[in-house]
Nanobody
Framework: QVYLVESGGGLVQPGGSLSLSCAAS????????MGWYRQAPGKERELVGS???????NYADSVKGRGTISRDNAENTVYLQMNDLKPEDTAVYYC????????????????WGQGTQVTVSA
């Protein structure tokens, strides 16, 4: 089994910053891409950003210039730093990871964390 646990959510004032982390544990041989998604009430889950095993990043237009994704491969952890937070950033933030569980099987399986609530409000 593979487990992903997010941390760092909470209440942030508009214009403030947040830092989220997500650590993967369990039966892990290697991790390919990792990413952050968010889901606001009544809306579909949407991509915030992703990062490949080689370090290439991709961001949603709504967070470009405000968000930064990084990873620590030794710790199987992905981070999300966001600045200048806006009320529309309020959502449950989820991380995911494409995980190889065996050295002999190259196929990767997608795992999701349980989510962490981020609320941007004065």
């Amino acid at each position: 089994q593979v487990y992903l646990v997010e941390s760092g959510g909470g209440l942030v004032q508009p214009g403030g910053s947040l830092s989220l982390s997500c650590a993967a544990s369990g039966t892990i041989f290697s991790i390919n891409a990792m990413g952050w998604y968010r889901q606001a009430p009544g809306k579909e889950r949407e991509l915030v950003g992703s990062i490949t095993g080689g370090g290439a990043t991709n961001y949603a237009d709504s967070v470009k210039g405000r968000g930064t994704i990084s990873r620590d491969n030794a710790e199987n952890t992905v981070y999300l730093q966001m600045n200048d937070l806006k009320p529309e950033d309020t959502a449950v933030y989820y991380c995911n990871a494409e995980v190889r569980v065996s050295a002999w099987y190259t196929g990767a399986q997608l795992y999701w964390g349980q989510g962490t609530q981020v609320t941007v409000s004065a």
